[in-house]
C-alpha cells in the first residue's frame, strides 16, 4: 500500500492550500479515509476524515476552513484548506484504515496505512 501525499508548501496566514493524496496497493472504495497533522513537540491529530459514501469528520480547530473530499475512481483524497493560520502549520499526513474494522475518525491509532507526508507551513 502507497499513500502518495502532495501539495503542501509555506504560505501566509489567510491563504489557501489544497493537498492531495493518491493511494495505490489495494481497493480503496470501501476504506475510510483521513487527513491527519503533527505540528513540532505536538501529538499527531486527526484533521478530517471521510467514510465511503462521503459522510465527513471534521477537527472542530478546522472546521468551516477544512473540507476533505474523495473520489473513489481514482484512489483519491483531498483536502481543501482554506483561511490558514499559523497554528495549522504541521506536517499532514493521509492515512486508511480498512473498512469493517473498529475505527473512530478522530483516533489517530485507528488508522492502518500512511503516507509519507507534505509540509504546511503558515507565517503571520
Known amino acids: 500500500v502507497q499513500l502518495q501525499a502532495s501539495g503542501g508548501g509555506s504560505v501566509q496566514a489567510g491563504d489557501s492550500l489544497r493537498l492531495s493524496c493518491a493511494a495505490s496497493?489495494?481497493?480503496?472504495?470501501?476504506?475510510?479515509m483521513g487527513w491527519l497533522r503533527q505540528a513540532p513537540g505536538k501529538e499527531r491529530e486527526v484533521v478530517a476524515a471521510?467514510?465511503?459514501?462521503?459522510?465527513?469528520y471534521v477537527a472542530e480547530a478546522v472546521k468551516g476552513r477544512f473540507t476533505i473530499s474523495r473520489d473513489n475512481g481514482k484512489n483519491t483524497v483531498h483536502l481543501q484548506m482554506t483561511s490558514l493560520k499559523p497554528e495549522d502549520t504541521a506536517v499532514y499526513y493521509c492515512?486508511?484504515?480498512?473498512?469493517?474494522?473498529?475505527?473512530?475518525?478522530?483516533?489517530?491509532?485507528?488508522?492502518?496505512?500512511w503516507g509519507q507526508g507534505t509540509q504546511v507551513t503558515v507565517s503571520s
Open positions: 471521510i467514510t465511503q459514501i462521503g459522510i465527513t
Open positions: 496497493g489495494r481497493t480503496f472504495s470501501r476504506d475510510y
Open positions: 492515512a486508511v484504515a480498512e473498512y469493517g474494522t473498529n475505527w473512530a475518525p478522530s483516533t489517530p491509532s485507528d488508522y492502518h496505512y
